[in-house]
């Protein structure tokens, strides 16, 4: 049985400033490893800046989208990766995010009726986002793993995928 899913993983950042590249690196892993277990066909990788707009236009239709991009908490613990998973419902919620970056896309997409089916995003705290290129250690340290969830997330949507399909079939 085929189980045709959109996925769309979008990273977030400026590589151009140290530890915001993290998520360019995280695709990278995932076009690497993607040679030795192939990725489910429809799935988008992209970058893009954290303009809403953009954000919009990389996960439309999308089944499933995960969002990769630096994270700025105070204090600060570099390398922490910060999860968060929205499913239809709670996207449709209002007052689930907070209006900036990721929030202000999500609060945009509501509006405009243009949200994924399921949003998971990750973000990185970094410990260097001055001008340069390249990630700080514990960032550099988090790039494998983080590719490692996101197959993980892959992984369950479309099984979920297939069991809705299963379950629709017996009805």
Do not use: F, K
């Not at 999500?106 to 001055?130: E, K, N």
């Amino acid at each position: 049985m085929t189980v045709s899913t959109r996925i769309a993983i979008i990273g977030v950042g400026d590589p151009g400033r140290h530890d915001e590249g993290v998520a360019r690196a995280v695709l990278s892993r995932l076009r690497e490893r993607a040679a030795e277990r192939p990725l489910p066909p429809g799935t988008l990788l992209a970058t893009c800046d954290p303009d809403p707009a953009q954000l919009i236009r990389l996960w439309e239709n999308a089944e499933l989208a995960v969002v990769l991009e630096p994270a700025h908490a105070r204090p600060s613990r570099p390398g922490r990766i910060y999860r968060l998973e929205l499913d239809n419902a709670a996207l449709w919620r209002a007052g689930t995010m907070h209006p900036h970056g990721l929030g202000a896309a999500v609060s945009l997409a509501r509006a405009l009726g243009r949200l994924p089916g399921h949003l998971v995003a990750y973000a990185v705290d970094g410990a260097d986002i001055s001008l340069g290129h390249g990630l700080s250690e514990p960032v550099v340290a988090t790039v494998g793993p983080l590719a490692e969830c996101v197959e993980a997330d892959i992984v369950r949507h479309r099984g979920a995928a297939a069991r809705g399909t299963a379950d629709e079939a017996r009805v």
